[in-house]
Each structure stands twice: as C-alpha cells, then as structure tokens.
C-alpha cells in the first residue's frame, strides 16, 4: 500500500484502493456516459477531452480504456492538469519511478 493509502485508512477506516475499484465495477460506466454526453455538452474542456480520447482511444497499454478515459475526464472537468496526476520525466529510468 502507498502512503496516502494508508492515511486514508487511518483516517477514514475505508480501504481507498478496494472501495475506489469497487466503484469504478458498478458505476464507472453510468459515469462515463455522463462524462462524455451530459458535460461535454456544458463545459468545453471535457468536450475537448472527450474528443482527444476518441483519437487517441486504442493507443494506450497496461490499463483499461474506460478507467482511462474516466479520470482523465475527471481532471478535466475539476480544471486539473493531467501531470497532477502522474508525471515522469522523459528521461527517467524505469527503476526511478
């Protein structure tokens, strides 16, 4: 477990990884859909997202699509850059990371 993991645990008494799988299982889809229908529709950045994920679908390995594609929405609808997220350095080896 990573350290933020273990403070929201300590924190909370949820298992953050568990119960954030469990949720993307039985509701990721229903989001997604609004993702892509219902806020593209109200907030440009998400329609340029959803538009930049369509293109690139299909080029990515090691993870779903569909989780993908959901937090990356996500990021864009909060107005939060992608790097936030995970950043590594073009030159960075993988024993680095």
Do not use: W
């Not at 119960?19 to 109200?42: H, W, Y």
């Not at 080029?59 to 997220?85: A, H, W």
């Amino acid at each position: 477990e990573s350290g933020m993991e273990v403070h929201f645990k300590d924190l909370t008494g949820i298992p953050l990884k568990e119960t954030f799988l469990n949720s993307i299982d039985t509701k990721g889809n229903r989001l997604l859909n609004f993702m892509r229908n219902v806020c593209a529709t109200r907030n440009k950045r998400v329609l340029q997202a959803v538009t930049k994920l369509q293109v690139l679908r299909g080029q990515t390995n090691g993870c779903s699509e569909d989780v993908k594609d959901l937090i990356l929405l996500l990021l864009s609808y909060f107005d939060e850059k992608e790097e936030l997220l995970h950043y590594v350095e073009e030159t960075s080896l993988a024993k680095d990371v």
